[in-house]
């Protein structure tokens, strides 16, 4: 028997019941403050801006986190490979996680048109899918009270004309000044724009996540599964024994992806009947999904290895981690755990570079400016491997064109035939 509930109803509903006051507090204040001055101001309470303050914390460093929701967001698992697992090490939350998501020991792509069926050596790393709530609750819980900001919607970002320090436009009609922005505002990033990158590239794929919750436990195993139909690919992953996260991709093909993204019928609708020719198991975790949870992408964004090579994401103080900088198809499911690991260099490198005198003390714009330079030229390597190969992934599951697709092969053979070599990476000490 399968439910669409929340698994945890009372707690969860104290959980929210608690914040939503503390939050409605924390509003109020910023209504009540005018114009304010703070030294590091951080948009975005997403997996990103919430390491990056977590992050900064484990080194002294206190920042202001600037979110525009009313409550932390987050839907569905997110898968976490061995290098997520290694930044959230340093970041002192991995075991809490660990007792929450089991490992996945194997893997299976299966093909419905060929009868194709392949093995995904996964077992050599670890990966498991964590519910995106419980990740980003345990880097919230890590904070120091009142470090975000809950219901502040950054309008615009300038440079002080004069003292070139960055400016904040928030909607409640308050200006803060701040000494350093990091904007983790996600991929339409306001704060990205004034770097002067270029928009993101949008693949024709729709994207649709949710999980299921089975009370008697599920029959998938410790096994992660793809299994694809024609244009519609199925992702199945374990995340204890008795949840499921599950993803759809599917080319976009008509107009209709935008009214869909609006309606949790329509989204259902789409979901249900994309695997109307699928195993009964899929059908059946599918069709009784945690309604909550489910989430469309209309477009799947992301930033091209040359947008990644040619921009130089920093403008005075002002940079940005996670989507913001770095917007990825998540064919090779990296963008979180990439921003985990932004999370970590760019504390690391603020705090060797940008901190004189006592504990957190920010030092002079020219301080400021090496650290986010250092910690962009060491990022922009690993983020071009990674770019390139989601890309070309991404480009696989949308071209109809047989040369592009062999071109895409012959370049995944050559350059990352090894295909978990992305997950070897260490972000090193924070
Ligand atoms: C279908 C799909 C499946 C995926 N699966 C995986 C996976 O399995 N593993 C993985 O590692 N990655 C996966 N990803 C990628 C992953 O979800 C993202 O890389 C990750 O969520 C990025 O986090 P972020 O904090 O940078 O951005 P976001 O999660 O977008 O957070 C941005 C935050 O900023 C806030 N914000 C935005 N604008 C403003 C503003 N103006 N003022 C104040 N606040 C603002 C938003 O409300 C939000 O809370 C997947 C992506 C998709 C689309």
């Known amino acids: ?34 114009d304010r001055r703070e030294d590091v101001v951080i948009v975005g309470g997403g997996i990103s801006g919430l390491a990056t303050a977590l992050a900064l914390y484990r080194k002294g460093i206190r920042s202001l986190v600037l979110e ?46 060929n009868g194709k069926q392949e093995e995904i050596p996964i077992w050599k790393e670890e990966m498991r899918c964590v519910r995106r709530t419980d990740l980003v609750n345990i880097l919230a819980q890590n904070l120091p009270l009142e470090t975000v ?64 919750i089975y009370p008697n436990g599920h029959k998938f195993g410790s096994e992660f599964k793809m299994i ?5 690919t199925v992702g199945v992953i374990p995340m204890t024994t008795n949840q499921v996260h599950w993803f759809i991709t599917r080319k976009y093909l008509s107009q209709e992806g935008f009214k869909i993204s609006k309606s949790p019928k329509l989204i259902m609708n789409f979901s249900t009947e994309s695997v ?23 477009y799947i964004k992301y930033r091209s290895p040359w947008n990644i090579l040619c921009t130089h994401f920093r403008v005075g103080t002002v940079t940005v981690a996670g989507d913001a900088l770095h917007a990825m198809t998540p064919f090779i499911a990296q963008g979180g755990s990439a921003a985990l690991e932004d999370a970590v260099v760019l504390a690391r490198c603020f705090a060797r570079k940008a901190v004189v005198g006592g504990p957190g003390e920010i030092g002079s714009k020219l301080m400021v400016e090496k650290a986010f330079d250092e910690y962009l030229k060491e990022r922009k390597t690993r983020l071009l491997r990674l770019t390139f190969e989601s890309t070309l992934l991404g480009k696989m599951e949308e071209t109809s064109s047989k040369l592009i697709k062999l071109l895409c ?11 978990f070599a992305h997950t070897r990476y260490d972000c090193g000490k924070l």
Not at 4 to 30: A, E
């Open 1 to 34: 028997m399968l439910v669409n509930r929340s698994p945890f109803p009372v707690l969860y509903k104290m959980h929210k019941k608690q914040t939503r006051s503390k939050q409605k507090q924390m509003v109020k204040d910023m209504d009540m403050a005018g």
């Open 409 to 419: 092969i012959v370049l995944m053979v050559v350059l990352f035939r090894d295909l």
């Open 228 to 232: 694809r139909k024609g244009d519609v």
């Open 68 to 113: 525009k929701s009313k409550t932390l967001q987050a839907t569905g698992g997110i898968i976490v490979h061995s290098n997520g697992w290694r930044a959230l090490e340093q970041l002192g939350v991995a075991s809490y996680l660990r007792q929450t998501a089991d490992p996945i020991l194997s893997g299976q792509f299966s093909s419905l048109d």
């Open 276 to 298: 109307k020719d699928f195993p009964s198991s899929v059908k059946e975790m599918v069709n009784n999904c945690w309604l909550e949870c489910l989430h469309f992408s209309e």
């Open 149 to 212: 900001r809950y219901g502040c919607n950054v309008l615009s970002i300038e440079l002080d004309p004069v003292t070139s320090y960055p400016v904040l436009q928030l909607q409640n009609g308050t200006t803060l000044n701040a000494k350093v922005v990091i904007g983790c505002d996600g991929v339409n990033s306001k704060i990205t724009n004034l770097t002067g990158a270029k928009a993101p590239n949008r693949l024709n794929v729709i994207g649709v996540r949710s999980f299921t």
